[in-house]
């Protein structure tokens, strides 16, 4: 591709900078959209104006600059009129603005207008000239983001440049997508209406979906070339591991249960994802796959993302498989005699080791592993998951990841596509589902305080989530510093701790001990308790400052109660007396994770719900994984692309673009 030192106007100072920025290429300044667009067209009078986003037409004058020394801060006002009133206007940290105008001459100012310091103003608005929309005769221009000291403005000029490179784009896609790219990229920097940017954008959403779901596809393929040991099903073994259990398995578990089998009777890996909302069993399917993998003669490895969840993974797992006969062990980074098990390990003394990155250590070795777990899998790197399946020898091990994360139906046919995915939709019987309710801070006094004592009184425990660690003058919301002081006061005669994440590794681990152990009440915490941690003693979880967290962390954090017999309840506190959001209100009403999942990807996009997910950074600039007609779409014809492997010689430029999700594929 070529470097944007081709670019009429870059030399190579200016290239220099802007590869700091990620911009190498021509295709890489092409691909940089604009974050919004402006409607000049619409301007609106200054007598009309209201509060919010505005666009206004006027001159400007009583322009002046000041400066706060001690800051290092300057602010820069003028007065907007035209011939029904005037307005003030404010830059911020912008002197240069003062030399950007010409007397009595017509502009269009776009920002937003509201009432700071007893005024009302206009608050660092973009500014075009009212000449420049008349000559290029289009009133709808594109707004892009800042980058370092390259502005909107700059990027605007820098498109006219590669105007017609951009016209002579040649399709990334084959035939299957509607339109060219070309015209999708003159469209989406040089509109002329909300309907050029519209029509450019599903263009352009469709190539990126086609993109990943490619990529999900090619990876898949490539992973079924690989080889692993088969582990023959025998249905006597899994019969007697499920008859001792204590419990019945749910429809779902021995759904789940039965896929995973199969795939393990393959000699190409498998590659499944187990997904299951909070409580749902996933470690008891887990296990039935480890006892398959054992009894066929070989190890298996569950690697969990805390030592906390790994030792309670390891007091499960031996509950069910050393009656059994099955030895398992713990490694995690506090394990004594550390060497003597890795010895052990190495001679297949050991059947199943359970444990933190400690397994994962270049001098950690097995035997014969041929299954890998992975819980909460998103929490691991990708170089972490493939030192585990490393491990195996010359062949690959069996991949089973779980989470407890539910992963809507969008996001399996994207992010997860080459994953094969079970899911237990069903909680095991007697598990009552927890009572929420969204409380106004103001009336804990009455509402919550009274129930706190009284659970107190009857011996359970109470989780009491907060955002912050501490006092950071630039946030009201509670920290668990504070707030376990103020409850100490409030319950004298409870015992209180607090846990966060910025603790040692091991005084997290006591803390937590001790709240199991229900040595601790009451366990101020930040959301490092989120994932795994198993207290059936507790049943109240209070979270403070509810708003501020995500709807898919809200749903983990209030997992981490009602897993005994006891009615469970959760408290939302919101700050103040505002009303809730819909995102609170939707968790009052539903315990359904997957319910939940689709809300949530709906309300703020996938990136901040599953992070770094399983490929990386998602990289998705204009798509959304809401639009599920796109998705079915793109996941069709690309399913019919996949079929000729010969198709990827034939377009160059999309075989590289998905080298980039394909590098970082679970199994190669």
Known sequence: MSPVEDIKGIGPKTAEALKKYGFLTVKDLAYYFPRDYEDYHRATEIKDLEPGKVV????????????????????TSGVIYDDTG??????????????????????????????KYNRYQLTSPNVISAADVAEHRNGYQPVYSTKGSYKSIWFKRMFENMKMELAKAPDLLPTVAAGTRADALVNIHFPESYQDVEKAKQYLAYEELFELILAAKLNK??????????????????????????????????????????????????????????????????AIAIYQAVKAGYQAALLAPTAILATQHLATLRKILEPLGVKVELLIGATKKKDDLKKRIKDGEVDVVVGTHAIITDDTRFNNLALAVIDEQHRFGVMQRQKLLMKAGDKAPHLLSMTATPIPRS?????????????????????????????????????????????????????????????TGRSEAANVKKEADKLKLQFPNARVEFLHGHMKPDEKDEVMGRFQRHETDILVSTTVVEVG?????????????????????????????????????????????????????????????????????????PGEIYGQLQHGALNLKIATLGDTRLIERAQKDATEFAKNPENMLKYEELNAEIKKYQQLTTLN
């Open 56 to 75: 206004v037409k006027g001159k400007i004058c009583q322009l002046m600059t000041n400066y706060v020394r001690r800051r290092h801060f300057s602010v």
């Open 86 to 115: 005037e307005i003030r206007v404010v830059w911020y940290n912008q002197p240069y603005r003062i030399k950007s105008f010409q007397p009595d001459t017509e502009y269009y100012f776009s920002g937003n207008f509201d009432f």
């Open 221 to 286: 393929n490539e992973n079924s070339k690989l080889k692993a040991e088969p582990l023959k099903f025998v249905a006597e073994n899994t019969k007697e591991l499920v008859g001792s259990l204590p419990f019945a398995l749910t429809n779902a578990q021995k759904s789940a249960a039965w896929d995973i089998l199969k795939d393990l009777e393959n000699d190409q890996p498998m590659n499944r994802l187990l997904q299951g909302d909070v409580g749902s069993g996933k470690t008891v399917v887990a």
């Open 411 to 471: 996001l399996q046919l994207t992010i997860f596509g080459d994953l094969d995915v079970s899911t237990i939709s069903e909680l095991p019987k007697g598990r009552q589902p927890v009572a929420t309710k969204i409380l106004a801070e103001t009336g804990m006094q009455e509402e919550l305080y009274p129930v706190i004592n009284q659970k107190i009184k009857e011996g359970e425990q109470i989780f009491w989530i907060c955002k912050l660690i501490e006092e």
């Open 533 to 605: 941690v198993d207290v059936p003693n507790a049943t109240q979880m209070v979270i403070m400052d509810a708003e501020s967290f995500g709807l898919a962390q809200l749903h983990q954090l209030r997992g981490r109660v009602g897993r005994g017999s006891k009615q469970s309840q959760c408290f939302l506190i919101t700050p103040g007396d505002k009303a809730p959001t819909r995102r609170l209100q939707e968790l009052e009403k539903s315990n359904d994770g997957f319910y939940l999942a689709e809300v949530d990807l709906k309300l703020r996009g």
